[in-house]
Every structure is written in C-alpha cells, then in structure tokens.
C-alpha cells in the first residue's frame, strides 16, 4: 500500500476474493493503472470498460493468459508480468510435488490418519527412488525450468528438456530433445510452458500413452496445459503411476473426478506462495506500474 499511495494516484483497493466481472468493470473504469492477478481476465471489454486514460496493466504473475494482450496492445496499453522474482519459489515447490508424489507422502499421511492398523514391511508404500538414476524431463526450460533442473541435478537426476529454439544440443548438463523423445523417456514429466493456444492440452491422452507406466507428471505451468479428463483416465487405468498437480483448467473449480483419482496429489495453485516471493511480485508489479506513469518504459514489459 505504501508504494502505490506513494504514486500520488487515488487508490482503489479490491477484496480478497476476485471481483465479478460487473464489479471489475465497476472498478477499473477511469483507472489509469490496473494491478491484476490470474484470477482476473482482462479481455477487450474491460479494457474498453477502464477509458482511454488507462496506461498500464500489471499482472502480479509470469503466466498473462489472463489479460488480452492484443487488445491492450491495440488500446496503447502496457501490459507487465512478474518475471524473475518467484522462479526459485516455483521451483521449490515443483521439487516438493516431484517428491510428495514419487514417495507417496500425502498418500501415507491420509493412510496414518484414517486409523487403519498397520505393520511395517519392506514393500510398504515402495516409489520412485528419484536419486537413483531417475530421468526428469521438463516440457519448457524457462527461466523457472532451469531452476527446477538444478534441483534435479543436486538429486542426481538426468535431466532432458524441450525449448521452442532447439530439439538437440546440451546445456548445463541438460540434454534438449523434442517433445515425444521427452515423454518416452522420462520418469518425471514436469509441465512448466505457457498456455497458448498452441500448448492447451499438450498433455492429452496420446501424450500420456507415450510416457512410460511408472511414470509420474507434475503441473505447475497453467492448468489448461494439461487435459484433465485424459489424465484422471491415465490414473485409473494405471497408464502411468501417479501425478500432482497445482493448477486446474477452470479455477478455482476442481474438476471432481481429480479429488477421487488414485495417485494424485494437489495443491490450489500456490508454487509461488512463499512469503518474500510473494511480496516481490507486488512489489515488482507496482514498481511497473510506477515507471510507466512517469513516462519510462516498464521495467519487464509483456512482449
């Protein structure tokens, strides 16, 4: 609050939960700023709605599939991201789902929980020794990607990677193949691309009919990456062994059938959720706001 007072600007400050879209409207009219996070979608009729004195949108995220860029584009609008700030948060939190869902954590703390009787023996809850030669391969070597691969190199993991500029090569130990080499080959399949129209449901159940059965995938890009429907099938049949997810294709609706599916872990959408992380992101996101009323270009504009 204190560095947008500081902006000299009136103000308007939402609630903790998101807005309607006639409350949007409502606020963002004759807003020459507009602060947003994913859970807001800024299409061309609330750009419209915001009046020709609107500047500058500046979403509090990486992802901007949220925000019509075109058409802020097209408006004279800057739309800015949150790059840089939560890859290591993101990253950890990745890690902790690869770990959560390969050892079966969340699984044996509802069995310890449900009060069944129990009695240790070597088979119990057996998983993926990710340490142990496993392959992580990582559809989208961003900035968070090549975070989460050192990850995976301080676990000794062989790592493979898909980037839009290259299919072969490697880099920093990590070996860039395309996407179905990928998905054959790995143990971990770990979603971290964008969503566009060219991604939404790169992961449908020809995807996962080419992943080995003791694999696992992990989400923490954008849901709509992800065919929800394939997966919870991939699941109950036994195509691979297990998934965690923390991001869905419509939140914050979760699709039921993914609270039943067996070998799933979930989490609402929170990778980037650490304290100093989080604080980062607004700061960075007013810091845009800032430079572009003062007549600057914007410090991570969306290109």
Not at 3 to 21: A, T
Not at 54 to 77: F, M, R, T
Not at 202 to 223: E, F, Q, S, W
């Amino acid at each position: 609050m204190d560095r947008l007072n500081s902006l000299g600007r009136p103000v308007r400050i939402g609630g903790e939960n998101p807005p309607s879209r006639t409350e949007l409207e409502r606020d963002i009219a004759g807003a020459c700023a507009a602060v947003v996070t994913i859970t807001e979608r800024i299409d061309a009729t609330a750009i419209a709605a915001a009046g020709s004195g609107l500047q500058v949108i500046a979403n509090v995220a990486v992802g901007y599939d949220n925000i019509d860029v075109a058409a802020a584009a097209a408006a004279g609008v800057t739309v800015t991201n949150t790059p840089g700030v939560l890859d290591n948060a993101t990253a950890d939190h990745t890690f902790a789902l690869i770990l959560a869902a390969t050892r079966r954590v969340v699984e044996g703390d509802r069995f310890l929980r449900s009060g069944q009787d129990w009695i240790w023996g070597p088979r119990m809850m057996v998983g993926l020794d990710v340490s142990a030669g496993a392959t992580l391969g990582i559809l989208g070597y961003g900035r968070i990607g090549r975070a989460v691969a050192r990850r995976a190199h301080a676990f000794d993991m062989t790592v493979l990677a898909t980037t839009r500029s290259r299919t072969s090569g490697e880099e920093d130990g990590v070996r860039f193949v395309d996407t179905d080499t990928l998905l054959a080959d790995s143990d971990v399949v770990c979603v971290l691309t964008p969503l566009t129209p060219q991604t939404r449901h790169l992961i449908d159940a020809a995807a996962l009919a080419r992943m080995k059965p003791t694999a696992y995938l992990v989400n923490t890009a954008r849901g709509g990456v992800v065919d929800e429907v394939a997966l919870v099938d991939a699941l109950t049949t036994g195509r691979i062994s297990g998934a965690a997810l923390d991001v869905f294709e419509n939140e914050p609706h979760v699709d039921p059938a993914l609270l039943t599916a067996p070998n799933l872990v979930l989490t609402p959408h929170i990778a980037s959720a650490g304290a100093a992380t989080r604080d980062a992101m607004g700061v960075l996101a007013v810091d845009n706001v800032a430079t572009v009323l003062s007549g600057r270009p914007a410090l991570t504009p969306v290109r």
